[in-house]
């Protein structure tokens, strides 16, 4: 056994062992994105950089521990390396973490894994997919003017996917709340305003343990969802179906209440915390004295929290708009607000993760998205006042192009890229690479776009004895990892098609069907 230091931790290993591996046995994690738990080390990313007593960087995975050495996993210089790393990586990454069509909506929901599930006859799935970020399908799937399907890849083909229509369906065809309602942990916390942006704040707080409780001078909830919109186009029971929906969760109303200046000062001392949600402001808005600008109430960044310390702001009281989306999608962003102000930490909203683009389609690269996808212009309802019909929806779902990639959600690339702060345009010196997909019959898909040549795909194919597996084609700046011979997928992983997938620390190689993950 020997002894050494890291982070001024004393630490014993058997003889041998790698720096990275000492440290992990201190349960101190380095971050690295070639290393496999069922192979030798093969340094390639370079991610695991740490620092010895002499100042000296180097890959910890590759170095052997010895004898009282001391040293450094984590300073400025060490984060330094570790985004030039990643800088490097990226330089060559070619592909979305998000879909366009999930970035141009204002609630940010995850509309590809929707049109996955909705393909694929999982009803209840995607509802979870949905109201993850839109507390309001049915309703926004009628009004939305879909910013989404003015984002679609789809377009550039021939026309979008009917993305609003497909939302409208999952809230008509799923009256239920998805998840189970946690308890209470004891924070309350009023919304003053039950519009589209109050009851989604409601209902993700109360989906997070806090109670909430909405304060609306009408005696009914829906605010200009109720008042500024025709029947016709948003039914009233469709409405009240599914406020009703967000008060079964636990959330309390109170209508026929007015809230002025002095009831403000009630709530301010009642409650944890205040959400301003009134809608346009108005001199009763005023009263409350937060400082504003010409539009509005003032509110930091994308924290939405006012001059007043634990009061936050949302929807049109901030700035006038007619997109209901934009304000339902505030309420679950002031919901992570919320949350971070109880917890003391810095109040930023909803977290982001790093998002690589690439830009628009080239005319080569339609045939590769429209592998997955079937042939055809956009459909409609063939009776129009009730929406799709499942097997309607089911064909409009399958044209969805996929531009997502399927492992945004648990990228080690891009969690990495997140945490260093890593930028994809440092070292971008030469026009990207086209786009290419490849299919294998067991349910995978190889995006080389996306491949940083960590290896870790070959070595495994190597371990487990494919007959012909994959391996690295070329020399130098221009190699790839392929199939020897220009063998198919099938061919080449016939055995460990999803060892090889769960091990690829990107979205190059990827199961094409995930179950949709439920509300964390």
């Given at each position: 056994m020997i002894k050494l230091k890291i982070d001024h931790q004393e630490v014993e290993v058997p003889e041998g062992s790698s720096v990275w591996k000492a440290a992990e046995a201190a349960g101190i994690h380095i971050p690295a994105l070639c290393l496999h738990?069922?192979?030798?080390?093969?340094?390639?990313?370079?991610?695991?950089l740490v620092k010895d007593g002499s100042g000296k960087l180097f890959p910890s995975c590759s170095v052997k521990a010895t004898d009282h050495m001391q040293i450094i996993t984590e300073d400025e210089e060490i984060r330094e390396g570790r985004q030039m790393a990643l800088e490097l990586l990226l330089s060559e990454h070619v592909g979305d973490c998000e879909a366009p069509c999930q970035i141009g909506c204002p609630a940010h929901m995850n509309i590809p894994l929707m049109n996955r599930l909705i393909a694929a006859g999982k009803w209840e799935e995607s509802l979870k997919v949905v109201k993850r970020d839109i507390a309001l399908p049915a309703v926004l799937g009628r009004i939305c003017p879909a910013p989404c399907e003015g984002a679609c890849h789809r377009k550039t083909v021939d026309e979008p996917v009917s993305i609003c229509l497909l939302k409208r369906f999952v809230g008509d065809e799923n009256d239920l709340h998805p998840w189970p309602v946690p308890p209470l942990e004891g924070k309350r916390v009023a919304i003053i305003g039950a519009g589209p942006a109050g009851l989604a704040a409601a209902y993700y707080l109360r989906l997070r343990g806090v109670e909430p409780h909405l304060y609306d001078r009408a005696p009914k909830a829906g605010g200009q969802l109720r008042t500024a919109i025709s029947r016709d186009i948003l039914p009233e029971e469709l409405l009240d179906r599914e406020i009703r929906t967000i008060l079964a969760t636990g959330v309390t109303f109170n209508g026929n209440t007015t809230i002025d200046d002095r009831h403000f000062e009630q709530l301010r001392r009642n409650y944890d915390a205040l959400i301003v949600a009134t809608g346009n402001i108005d001199d009763t808005t005023k009263a409350f004295q937060l400082a504003g600008t010409a539009k509005g109430i003032q509110v930091t960044g994308e924290g939405y929290e006012t001059s007043e310390a634990g009061i936050f702001a949302i929807g049109n009281v901030l700035r006038s708009s007619r997109l209901a989306v934009r304000s339902v999608g505030q309420g679950k962003e002031v919901a992570f607000a919320v949350l971070q102000y109880f917890h003391g930490g810095k109040i930023i909203g909803e977290p982001r993760l790093f998002n690589s683009r690439f830009g628009k389609l080239r005319p080569t690269e339609f045939a590769e998205y429209l592998k997955e996808s079937v042939a055809g212009k956009r459909r409609f309802p063939a009776d129009s006042p009730r929406g799709f019909t499942p097997e309607e929806a089911v064909e409009e779902a399958r044209r969805c192009m996929h531009c997502d990639c399927r492992a945004a959600d648990d990228c080690k690339l891009r969690d990495f890229s997140t945490r260093y702060a890593a930028s994809q345009k440092r070292f971008q010196t030469s026009p990207r690479r086209d786009m290419t997909k490849k299919f294998q019959a067991k349910g995978i898909v190889y995006e080389p776009g996306k491949c940083i040549k960590c290896g870790i795909c070959v070595r495994l194919t190597e371990k487990y004895r494919e007959k012909f597996g994959l391996t690295f084609i070329g020399r130098g700046f221009d190699v790839e990892i392929g199939i020897p011979f220009?063998?198919?997928?099938?061919?080449?992983?016939?055995?460990?098609?999803?060892?090889?997938?769960?091990?690829?620390p990107t979205g190059a190689l990827e199961p094409i069907h995930k179950a949709g993950d439920p509300l964390q």
């Open positions: 738990n069922e192979l030798d080390h093969f340094t390639s990313c370079m991610l695991c220009d063998e198919s997928m099938d061919v080449a992983l016939e055995k460990v098609a999803l060892v090889v997938a769960e091990g690829c």
